[in-house]
């Protein structure tokens, strides 16, 4: 069993990450799991300490990121995959919004893995192998959401220092994986994930719609079949040569598509001007 990949995933105790939790460990993996909550997690995974380590870990906390880590190399001897998927969402008008919501959304969303992938870094490098998963979301590739500005803009800012760090520990024998999913049927939509401005504008009537239609229609509805993204995450880590980005769900691939034609057409529509501001 110790020839299987060792993984350490944050916020497992719901949704994606849980799911991901249960099917590593039905295929025999050895997996360390952290959330703020650890008797939720322990509650919501029954497994034998021999293969899963429940780990408390707050990730505003760069000791408790640290110690985590650490625990999880001293259970299991190593560590290989690290999924950086806690993270919580956000509606609400950029005007809306406080000053101290848009920074705890920043502080969980990116400063986060950002602390978790400063303090796994030295393990990796020293074995010179490993993979790291960041969560973002088709949220970090496209923003044509109203009332997800705070949300979307720290998923792409998951999405940008994944992409440097792609070339940073890329001569460490060091894999990253930029993963954007679209709408899976987990509980990111219900309150406990999905928090609202306190201080609504009445005049935000489409942030207010984009906001109803996010909790009531298409909670609970989402095509997305979170068993079947912890396989292609298994899948995914297995390869050779995994790829940076992987979109996750039909409803990705369709927003994915549609920027991109959305961005070739501006730049096509002001190419002659915008390729003359040189010295040449």
């Not at 029954?46 to 999880?72: G, H, W, Y």
């Not at 609970?220 to 769900?249: S, T």
Request: aromatic residues 10%; proline residues 4%.
């Amino acid at each position: 069993m110790m020839e299987k990949k060792v993984w350490f995933i944050t916020g497992a105790s719901k949704g994606l990450g849980l799911s991901l939790v249960k099917k590593l460990l039905g295929e025999g993996y050895l997996v360390a799991a952290t959330s703020r909550n650890i008797i939720e997690l322990q509650e919501a995974v029954e497994a034998d300490r021999n293969v899963f380590l429940p780990l408390a870990m707050n990730l505003t906390d760069e000791k408790s990121i640290e110690q985590a880590i650490k625990d999880t190399v001293t259970h299991f001897g190593q560590v290989d995959v690290i999924v950086n998927n806690a993270g919580y969402g956000l509606t609400g008008a950029l005007e809306e919004l406080t000053d101290a919501e848009i920074r705890q959304n920043f502080d969980i969303n990116v400063f986060g893995s950002i602390n978790v992938i400063r303090k796994a870094m030295p393990y990796l490098r020293k074995q010179k192998s490993g993979h790291i998963f960041n969560i973002s979301s088709i949220g970090g590739f496209t923003g044509l959401f109203p009332g997800f500005g705070s949300y979307c803009a720290t998923k792409f800012a998951v999405h940008g220092f994944s992409e440097s760090l792609y070339e940073d520990v890329k001569p460490f024998g060091i894999h990253v994986t930029i993963v954007s999913p679209g709408y899976f049927r987990t509980n990111f939509l219900e309150e406990s994930s999905l928090n609202v401005p306190k201080n609504e504008i009445a005049e935000y009537t489409n942030v207010r719609a984009s906001q109803d239609t996010h909790q009531n229609s298409y909670n609970g509805n989402q095509n997305g079949d979170p068993e079947k993204a912890a396989a292609a995450f298994i899948e995914v880590a297995n390869m050779p040569e995994p790829p940076l980005h992987l979109f996750l769900g039909q409803d990705a691939y369709d927003f994915a598509n549609a920027k991109i034609a959305m961005v070739q057409q501006d730049m096509d529509k002001v190419k002659t001007l915008a390729v003359s501001t040189g010295f040449n």
